[in-house]
T-cell receptor
Framework: GAGVSQSPSNKVTEKGKDVELRCDPISGHTALYWYRQSLGQGLEFLIYFQGNSAPDKSGLPSDRFSAERTGGSVSTLTIQRTQQEDSAVYLC???????????FGPGTRLTVL | EDQVTQSPEALRLQEGESSSLNCSYTVSGLRGLFWYRQDPGKGPEFLFTLYSAGEEKEKERLKATLTKKESFLHITAPKPEDSATYLCAVQSSGGATNKLIFGTGTLLAVQP
């Protein structure tokens, strides 16, 4: 079946602009995660959605970052007033439930000039 | 604080030369330990989940083992196509979230 998809695959933006990154999880997966992977660093947790529960936003680095998940499926990560330090690969993952393995999408490479 | 450390950072092997990658962890209650493979420009690809000390899992040339403090990924007779970054992650039972805490990975290069 289809895996996790993300769009765009690459995004170049200017400092101060807002960006939206999209994630389509595997159909039927109730849990959805966003991570960030910076050069030379491990994956860093950002936010977690599980069903209709309130999201766990504990990993968001600043209030410029927000995410939503509509209809329990597609998720959008929004970064407002982008900064150069936001440059990274943003990865989305989904899993059948909270305690199952997570399946990752290909990521969106964000470059802030 | 929950933490994952992987070693070595990079490993170069000749085709057929077996070796092991290490993942040391400290966590307030282990819910699961996960191994992923990541190729350049792609997202991590799930390999294994281990839940308790003594557990082992195998897939082709890869075998993952788990103790109370570390996990090993053993690669037997590797081939060039095994070249990738191997990531280890833990999921803690001590917090409310189900996030994965990742190490920085081991970059494996297998030369023909």
């Amino acid at each position: 079946g289809a895996g996790v998809s993300q769009s765009p695959s690459n995004k170049v933006t200017e400092k101060g602009k807002d960006v939206e990154l999209r994630c389509d999880p595997i159909s039927g997966h109730t849990a959805l995660y966003w991570y960030r992977q910076s050069l030379g660093q491990g994956l860093e947790f950002l936010i977690y959605f599980q069903g209709n529960s309130a999201p766990d936003k504990s990993g968001l680095p600043s209030d410029r970052f927000s995410a939503e998940r509509t209809g329990g499926s597609v998720s959008t990560l929004t970064i407002q007033r982008t900064q150069q330090e936001d440059s990274a690969v943003y990865l989305c993952a989904s899993s059948p439930g909270p305690n199952n393995e997570q399946f990752f999408g290909p990521g969106t490479r964000l470059t802030v000039l | 604080e929950d933490q994952v450390t992987q070693s070595p950072e990079a490993l170069r092997l000749q085709e057929g030369e077996s070796s092991s990658l290490n993942c040391s962890y400290t966590v307030s209650g282990l819910r699961g330990l996960f191994w992923y493979r990541q190729d350049p420009g792609k997202g991590p690809e799930f390999l294994f989940t281990l839940y308790s000390a003594g557990e082992e899992k195998e897939k082709e040339r890869l075998k993952a083992t788990l103790t109370k403090k570390e996990s090993f990924l053993h690669i037997t007779a590797p081939k060039p196509e095994d070249s990738a970054t191997y990531l280890c992650a833990v999921q803690s039972s001590g917090g409310a979230t189900n996030k994965l805490i990742f190490g920085t990975g081991t970059l494996l290069a297998v030369q023909p």
